[in-house]
C-alpha cells in the first residue's frame, strides 16, 4: 500500500516523526532552525527508526537525514573519515558542523560535568581532528554551512618537556588547533560554502583565521573564502576574568584582542546576515561595518558607537529582521539608532536587556537603578523618547507587513504574540533582578561573615602570639638571659 503512495504524500509522513523542540524556560530569545538544520528533541533517532522499515523510506530518509551532519568527541572522528569516504552519502551534506560536544538546552551542570569526565577523550580527539580535517573537509563538496563550535575546548595544563623554558602543552595545543581548523578552511576549495559560523573561547583565537601577510597562502585566503560568504555569525563565550575557568589564559584578554573579529568583518563585504555576539566585551565601531549592506542582523552581549550602528542600519536599505540581546551604547543614543530603523523595510524585531554603557560618553543616559522598572526588560534608559521610538519600530513593521502580505497578514495574531513575548521578557527580566539581588545579598553576607571569621582569627593569632611572647620573656628572666 505505501509503495504506491505519490512521493509527495511520503514527504509528508516525514512531518509526523518531528516530535517538538526542546525549550528552556528563562532560555531567552529562540531562534528559528539555521538553514538545513535537524532539530528536535528526538528526531534523529526517528528518522534513524524509520530508515530502517524497509527500502523505500530508506531512499526517502536517507537525503534528509544526512544533509546536517554533526560530527562531535561522542560519535568520534572515525566516522567523519568514514562518511567523507562515501561519495553518496557525503554528496548529501548541506549542514557540517564540528564541535566538542553538542550543547543542550537544558541541565548544563549535566554537560559541564560530562566535559570534565571525558577531558582525556576529547583532548584525543581535538588531536585527532586536527590532523584528519586536511584530508576530509575538502571531500565534501556540497557544504553550503559550516559551523565549528570550539567554545568549550579542554585544555592541557601538563609542561611539555622538549622546550626551554618550559611552558603548558596547552599553548601550543590551542594554536595548532585552530591554525589547521583555518588552513582547511582556506584551502578545501568548498565553492558551494556561504555560511560560516565560528563559535570560539576567546576573541583572541579568531587571530588564526585572519590571513598572515607575511606567510605565502599558495592562492588560498581567508579574503577570497569570506568573499563567497553570504551568512556569517562570530561568537566567542569564554573571559579571563578571575572565577571563570580560564583565568590561566591571562595574557589574551578579550578587551585587547576583540579586534581581531572587528578585521574579520571587512573580509567579508557581500553577507546579507550578521550574527555577534560576546561573552564579557566585545566593542564594535565603525571600522567593522563599513563595507557592509544586511538584511538580518543579530546582535547579543556586546558594545558598540551609536554613530557606527546607525550607519550601518541607514547603508543597510534591504535590512528586514533585527535581534538585539545585551547590546551596550558606548555613545548616542537609542532613539538615533531606531529612528534610522523606522525607515527600513523591517518586519522582524526583538530587543531585551539593551542600555547604555557606564563608563561611555552615554553613561548619562543609564538609569541610577537598572531592572526596577518594566521598560529596563527592553533599554535600561532615562529618556522617554528612547521608549517611544522602540515602539515606533514596531508600528512600522506592523505597516511594512500589511503592505507586503496584504489582506494575509494575520495582524490580530501579530499583536497576540508580540503581548505574548513582552509579558515573557518582562517575566524574566524580574526573575532575574530577584535573582541578582538575592545573589548580592548572599554575598553581602558571606564577605560580613569571613570578615568575622577573619577578625577572630585574627584575635586568636594575636593572643597566641602574646603568650608566646609572654613564655618567651619568663623562659628568658629563669635563665637570666
Same mark, same amino acid.
Given at each position: 500500500?505505501?509503495?504506491?503512495?505519490?512521493?509527495?504524500?511520503?514527504?509528508?509522513?516525514?512531518?509526523?516523526?518531528?516530535?517538538?523542540? $526542546?525549550? &528552556?524556560?528563562?532560555?531567552?530569545?529562540?531562534?528559528?532552525?539555521?538553514?538545513?538544520?535537524?532539530?528536535?528533541?528526538?528526531?534523529?533517532?526517528?528518522?534513524?527508526?524509520?530508515? +530502517?522499515?524497509?527500502?523505500?523510506? &530508506?531512499?526517502?530518509?536517507?537525503?534528509?537525514?544526512?544533509? &546536517?551532519?554533526?560530527?562531535?568527541?561522542?560519535?568520534?572522528?572515525? =566516522?567523519?573519515?568514514?562518511?567523507?569516504?562515501?561519495?553518496?552519502?557525503?554528496?548529501?551534506?548541506?549542514?557540517? $558542523?564540528? %564541535?566538542?560536544?553538542?550543547?543542550?538546552?537544558?541541565?548544563?551542570?549535566?554537560?559541564?560535568?560530562?566535559?570534565?569526565?571525558?577531558?582525556?577523550?576529547?583532548?584525543?580527539?581535538?588531536?585527532?581532528?586536527?590532523?584528519?580535517?586536511?584530508?576530509?573537509?575538502?571531500?565534501?563538496?556540497?557544504?553550503?554551512?559550516?559551523?565549528?563550535?570550539?567554545?568549550?575546548?579542554?585544555?592541557?595544563?601538563?609542561? /611539555?618537556?622538549?622546550?626551554?623554558?618550559?611552558?603548558?602543552?596547552?599553548?601550543?595545543?590551542?594554536?595548532?588547533?585552530?591554525?589547521?581548523?583555518?588552513?582547511?578552511?582556506?584551502?578545501?576549495?568548498?565553492?558551494?560554502?556561504?555560511?560560516?559560523?565560528?563559535?570560539?573561547?576567546?576573541?583572541?583565537?579568531?587571530?588564526?583565521?585572519?590571513?598572515?601577510? &607575511?606567510?605565502?597562502?599558495?592562492?588560498?585566503?581567508?579574503?577570497?573564502?569570506?568573499?563567497?560568504?553570504?551568512?556569517?555569525?562570530?561568537?566567542?563565550?569564554?573571559?579571563?576574568?578571575?572565577?571563570?575557568?580560564?583565568?590561566?589564559?591571562?595574557?589574551?584578554?578579550?578587551?585587547?584582542?576583540?579586534?581581531?573579529?572587528?578585521?574579520?568583518?571587512?573580509?567579508?563585504?557581500?553577507?546579507? +546576515?550578521?550574527?555577534?555576539?560576546?561573552?564579557?566585551?566585545?566593542?564594535?565601531?565603525?571600522?567593522?561595518?563599513?563595507?557592509?549592506?544586511?538584511? +538580518?542582523?543579530?546582535?547579543?552581549?556586546?558594545?558598540?558607537?551609536?554613530?557606527?550602528?546607525?550607519?550601518?542600519?541607514?547603508?543597510?536599505?534591504?535590512?528586514?529582521?533585527?535581534?538585539?540581546?545585551?547590546?551596550?551604547?558606548?555613545?548616542?543614543?537609542?532613539?538615533?539608532?531606531?529612528?534610522?530603523?523606522?525607515?527600513?523595510?523591517?518586519?522582524?524585531?526583538?530587543?531585551?536587556? %539593551?542600555?547604555?554603557? =557606564?563608563?561611555?560618553? +552615554?553613561?548619562?543616559?543609564?538609569?541610577?537603578?537598572?531592572?526596577?522598572?518594566?521598560?529596563?526588560?527592553?533599554?535600561?534608559?532615562? /529618556?522617554?523618547?528612547?521608549?517611544?521610538? %522602540?515602539?515606533?519600530?514596531?508600528? =512600522?513593521?506592523?505597516? !511594512?507587513?500589511?503592505?507586503?502580505?496584504?489582506?494575509?497578514? !494575520?495582524?490580530?495574531?501579530?499583536?497576540?504574540?508580540?503581548?505574548?513575548?513582552?509579558?515573557?521578557?518582562?517575566?524574566?527580566?524580574?526573575?532575574?533582578? $530577584?535573582?541578582?539581588?538575592?545573589?548580592?545579598?548572599?554575598?553581602?553576607?558571606?564577605?560580613?561573615?569571613?570578615?568575622?571569621?577573619? =577578625?577572630?582569627?585574627?584575635?586568636?593569632?594575636?593572643? %597566641?602570639?602574646?603568650?608566646?611572647?609572654?613564655?618567651?620573656?619568663?623562659?628568658?628572666?629563669?635563665?637570666?638571659?
Amino acid at each position: 500500500m505505501i509503495v504506491k503512495l505519490p512521493p509527495e504524500m511520503l514527504q509528508q509522513i516525514l512531518l509526523y516523526v518531528h516530535d517538538g523542540f $526542546e525549550r &528552556h524556560r528563562f532560555g531567552g530569545y529562540d531562534p528559528p532552525l539555521g538553514r538545513y538544520e535537524l532539530k528536535g528533541i528526538n528526531l534523529r533517532a526517528n528518522l534513524c527508526s524509520l530508515r +530502517s522499515v524497509n527500502r523505500l523510506f &530508506h531512499q526517502l530518509v536517507t537525503p534528509s537525514l544526512f544533509q &546536517h551532519v554533526v560530527i562531535s568527541s561522542s560519535s568520534g572522528v572515525q =566516522r567523519f573519515q568514514q562518511l567523507s569516504k562515501s561519495p553518496p552519502l557525503r554528496r548529501l551534506v548541506r549542514r557540517l $558542523e564540528i %564541535c566538542v560536544e553538542v550543547q543542550p538546552v537544558t541541565d548544563f551542570d549535566v554537560y559541564d560535568a560530562r566535559l570534565k569526565k571525558n577531558k582525556k577523550k576529547n583532548l584525543k580527539y581535538l588531536a585527532r581532528l586536527a590532523i584528519v580535517i586536511h584530508t576530509t573537509l575538502p571531500k565534501f563538496s556540497g557544504v553550503k554551512v559550516l559551523k565549528l563550535d570550539f567554545e568549550d575546548i579542554p585544555y592541557n595544563l601538563n609542561r /611539555e618537556q622538549d622546550v626551554w623554558p618550559p611552558v603548558c602543552c596547552y599553548v601550543q595545543d590551542t594554536a595548532n588547533l585552530f591554525e589547521s581548523f583555518a588552513t582547511a578552511m582556506r584551502r578545501s576549495q568548498l565553492n558551494k560554502l556561504d555560511e560560516v559560523d565560528l563559535s570560539l573561547p576567546l576573541a583572541y583565537d579568531f587571530g588564526y583565521f585572519l590571513d598572515d601577510d &607575511h606567510t605565502d597562502t599558495g592562492g588560498y585566503s581567508t579574503r577570497a573564502l569570506f568573499q563567497q560568504l553570504k551568512y556569517l555569525s562570530l561568537h566567542y563565550g569564554q573571559s579571563t576574568d578571575d572565577g571563570e575557568g580560564i583565568e590561566f589564559r591571562f595574557r589574551m584578554p578579550n578587551e585587547k584582542y576583540d579586534k581581531y573579529i572587528r578585521q574579520l568583518l571587512p573580509l567579508a563585504p557581500n553577507i546579507h +546576515s550578521l550574527k555577534l555576539k560576546g561573552s564579557d566585551i566585545l566593542m564594535l565601531d565603525q571600522s567593522a561595518f563599513s563595507p557592509l549592506c544586511l538584511r +538580518s542582523l543579530s546582535l547579543e552581549s556586546l558594545s558598540i558607537t551609536g554613530d557606527a550602528f546607525t550607519a550601518l542600519i541607514q547603508q543597510s536599505t534591504a535590512l528586514d529582521k533585527v535581534i538585539l540581546r545585551g547590546v551596550y551604547l558606548e555613545s548616542g543614543t537609542w532613539k538615533e539608532i531606531l529612528s534610522a530603523m523606522i525607515q527600513s523595510p523591517i518586519t522582524s524585531f526583538y530587543i531585551e536587556a %539593551c542600555g547604555y554603557q =557606564r563608563e561611555g560618553e +552615554s553613561a548619562d543616559f543609564c538609569p541610577p537603578n537598572p531592572g526596577s522598572l518594566p521598560n529596563d526588560a527592553y533599554i535600561e534608559t532615562t /529618556e522617554a523618547d528612547d521608549l517611544d521610538a %522602540c515602539e515606533a519600530v514596531f508600528s =512600522r513593521l506592523w505597516k !511594512n507587513k500589511r503592505r507586503i502580505y496584504g489582506s494575509k497578514y !494575520n495582524e490580530a495574531a501579530d499583536l497576540e504574540r508580540r503581548s505574548a513575548e513582552r509579558e515573557e521578557i518582562e517575566f524574566k527580566s524580574a526573575v532575574l533582578a $530577584e535573582y541578582l539581588k538575592r545573589r548580592f545579598a548572599a554575598e553581602e553576607a558571606a564577605e560580613e561573615d569571613d570578615a568575622n571569621i577573619s =577578625r577572630r582569627s585574627h584575635k586568636v593569632r594575636l593572643s %597566641c602570639r602574646c603568650r608566646k611572647m609572654d613564655d618567651e620573656l619568663r623562659l628568658q628572666l629563669r635563665t637570666g638571659a
